[in-house]
């Protein structure tokens, strides 16, 4: 069992950059077996995907509303997780959740929600215009 904890949430201007981050906590202090997405929620609207990795890194996936302006990619230690964001948008405020599979195919990316086992708390990404 893991326990995703996300930070590096803040406030920052339009063009800006924000690296997030998702670290392994709990019974395992590692996301070796796990694919792990990024999700978001805004106000007033439903949570959302925005990106995931596969258990071996290979693969990737992304919302076409960050493709090219997002990157998620995990340390060698399979530890934590990242999501480096540049050009960020206002529209892009709202709170960023980090969720884990426990994957048994290396390769698998899970985009809906309710694939994912395990849920952080969450952290606020601000976007000023």
């Known amino acids: 069992q893991v326990q995703p904890v996300e930070s590096g949430g803040g406030l920052v201007q339009a063009g800006g950059s924000l690296r997030l981050s998702c670290a392994a906590s709990?019974?395992?202090?590692?996301?070796?077996?796990?694919?792990v997405g990024w999700f978001r929620q805004a106000p007033g609207k439903d949570r959302e995907f925005v990106a995931a990795?596969?258990?071996?890194?290979?693969?990737?996936d992304y919302a076409d509303s960050v493709k090219g302006r997002f990157t998620i990619s995990r340390d060698s230690v399979q530890s934590t997780v990242y999501l480096q964001m540049n050009s960020l948008e206002p529209e892009d405020t709202a709170v960023y959740y980090c969720?884990?599979?426990?994957?048994?195919?290396?390769?698998?990316?899970?985009?809906?929600?309710?694939?994912?086992?395990?849920w952080g708390q969450g952290t606020q990404v601000t976007v000023s215009s």
């Open positions: 990795i596969s258990r071996n890194s290979v693969k990737t």
């Open positions: 969720a884990a599979y426990n994957s048994r195919n290396y390769y698998y990316l899970p985009v809906r929600q309710s694939e994912y086992d395990y």
């Open positions: 709990g019974r395992t202090f590692t996301f070796r077996t796990y694919a």
